[in-house]
């Protein structure tokens, strides 16, 4: 197993878009798993169901992720929020495999406003930085 990509959720309504996404961009990459970090007592759609961990984030997702990553099989671990997505370029990036050329990497977040708008200015932009 080369890349775990990983996501912690509540499962919230608004979040299973983004993770249905993540499920559809972890499997079109050769050797990686998907994992779903799964807060509480929230429960999944049946098709994301099988690929959940119950975790309990005691209200801080943070609380998870040492745990999370534990559960990894991956040399690599892509961990979004459960409402990011991937960019065409950086999905085009991982299927590649050109993340094992370093042994670390983070990316800058933009926030996006609408579809087609970017929020540009502080706190919000890039990461809050």
């Known amino acids: 197993m080369k890349l775990s990509v990983v996501v912690v959720t509540k499962a ?73 997505r991937c960019s065409e370029a950086m999905v085009e990036w991982l299927q590649s495999g050109a993340y094992a050329e370093r042994d670390h990497w983070r990316f800058l977040m933009a926030q996006l406003w609408t579809p087609t708008e970017m929020i540009l200015n502080s706190p919000l932009y890039p990461n809050g930085h």
């Not at 608004?14 to 050769?30: E, K, N, T, W």
């Not at 534990?70 to 961990?79: I, K, P, S, W």
């Open 12 to 84: 919230e309504p608004y979040a299973i878009p983004f993770i249905d996404d993540l499920m559809a961009v972890a499997s079109s990459i050769r050797n990686s798993e998907f994992l779903i970090g799964l807060d509480g007592d929230a429960r999944l759609p049946r098709d994301l169901a099988a690929f959940a961990v119950r975790t309990n984030a005691r209200g801080f997702i943070e609380n998870v992720l040492d745990q999370m990553v534990n559960q990894t099989r991956g040399e690599y671990v892509l961990r979004l929020d459960d409402d990011e």
